[in-house]
């Protein structure tokens, strides 16, 4: 029996160790006039890690929703008036942090939809 549970404990530790973080494809952050920040981080994996203003939401999209997301993230648009808020920006990996739009269509209104509806429209 003990021998059971140590075989168990190695596997599990085996697996556990040896499992990576799927790697970040993009990062929106959403600010609000009064200083509300919002993000969410999409990873490969379809993963996805939401803060609303400090409270937390998890959910797992498929992979034909994730590349929607990487086909959208190749073109994003020209960016937004900084000025106008809420302040929508767009980061990618070793890459700039855009200001984007959420205009239908854009990559911008797939990742407010994301933050407001956990899904894709």
């Known amino acids: 029996m003990v021998r059971l549970f140590v075989a168990i404990f190695l596997a599990l530790s085996v697996l556990g160790c040896g499992s990576r973080s799927a790697p970040l494809l993009a990062t929106f952050t959403r600010e609000w006039q009064d200083g ?68 239908p269509g854009t990559v911008g209104a797939l990742f407010v939809s994301l933050l407001d509806r956990h899904r894709l429209p």
């Open 36 to 103: 509300r920040v919002e993000t969410l981080e999409l990873y490969a994996d379809g993963r996805v890690l939401m803060n609303h203003v400090g409270y937390i939401d998890r959910v797992t999209l498929s992979s034909g929703d994730v590349e929607t997301l990487r086909a959208a993230l190749r073109t994003i648009g020209p960016a937004r008036d900084p000025t106008a808020f809420p302040r929508l920006t767009l980061a990618v990996p070793d890459g700039p942090s855009v200001i984007v739009d959420a205009e």
